[in-house]
């Protein structure tokens, strides 16, 4: 047995013909908000220029496409698959792994070469005080 819906309290407060609020309803209204706002960003101008205007002149439009070529980086990088190292059978036995070998070193600086004169005149400053 049902009862009558006029015999029922309504929850909350809404108006009789709505007893609830739509969610699709509000989405569109967001939406609509949204894109209203993107529009008067790029084509309403204030103070004689629109705000894209000023962005591109302090180049936000340029750190923003940067941002998202290093966030597309970052997740690339994240994406790829590594391969496991063949450092196993030395971790099964209880060894500590060998060092790294000198193809891994980084090569320092070249050397600077001296004249005879410059060479020279350094070995008698080292000299003088050294004395």
Do not use: Y
Request: some cysteine; proline content about 8%.
């Amino acid at each position: 047995m049902r009862a009558d819906p006029r015999c029922v309290k309504q929850s909350g407060n809404w108006l009789p013909g709505l007893l609830h609020g739509s969610v699709r309803r509000m989405r569109k209204a967001l939406l609509l908000l949204v894109a209203a706002a993107a529009v008067a960003v790029c084509l309403v101008p204030f103070r004689g220029r629109t705000l894209w205007e000023r962005a591109q002149r302090h180049g936000l439009p340029a750190a923003a496409s940067e941002a998202m070529r290093g966030a597309r980086g970052w997740f690339d990088a994240g994406s790829r698959k590594r391969s496991p190292t063949p450092a196993a059978p030395a971790a099964a036995a209880g060894r500590r792994a060998p060092e790294a070998g000198a193809d891994r070193i980084l090569k320092g600086p070249p050397k600077e070469r001296l004249s005879p004169d410059d060479r020279a005149s350094l070995d008698r400053l080292v000299d003088a005080r050294s004395r």
